[in-house]
């Protein structure tokens, strides 16, 4: 992991990643508005076909980015970081990942923002922090201990979490409890 570039070649995509997860975040902000609104105005159905509507625009518009890193990821960070065959070595792989996992995040991005437009911050924190401490921390540790881990397998463990985040958060969208918090 202390390989010479890694901590450039870390940087280099989440940089690049800020191309699609700011929009995303904006989209949220916009669902998260919208469920609060109709909410307050006792729509619990508006406010979840608001939240599916800026779901799927953020799915939309992130894989998009995310398709220009996938088959674009070594001009992209050659324009980061002109004349270092290193880095785009050591990030390419990482902006892949990035890439693949646009989707999921926009997944993770919508409905946590959503929940927590809705007043179900404690859940969103409980669920999120417990994924991260589970594969960002334990399993990061764990692996660190027994395999060689290399940047691009730390990215994979985010991915890894990333995922089951999202999954989570499907699954506490569809059963609905974060329309009925009470503020």
Known sequence: LGSVGALGAHILPIRMESLSFLPGFAVAMAGSTLVGQYLGAGSPEMAVRSVRFCWRVAVVLMTTVGLFFFFGRNHVIGWMAPDSELHVA?????????ALTQPIFATCIVLKTSMRGAGATRMVMAWSFSSMLIFRVLALMILSKTIELT???VWVVFAVDLLVQAVLFIRLH???KWLAVKI
């Open 90 to 98: 050591l990030a390419a792989p990482l902006l892949m990942i990035c």
């Open 151 to 153: 940047l691009t397998g």
């Open 174 to 176: 569809f059963k609905g």
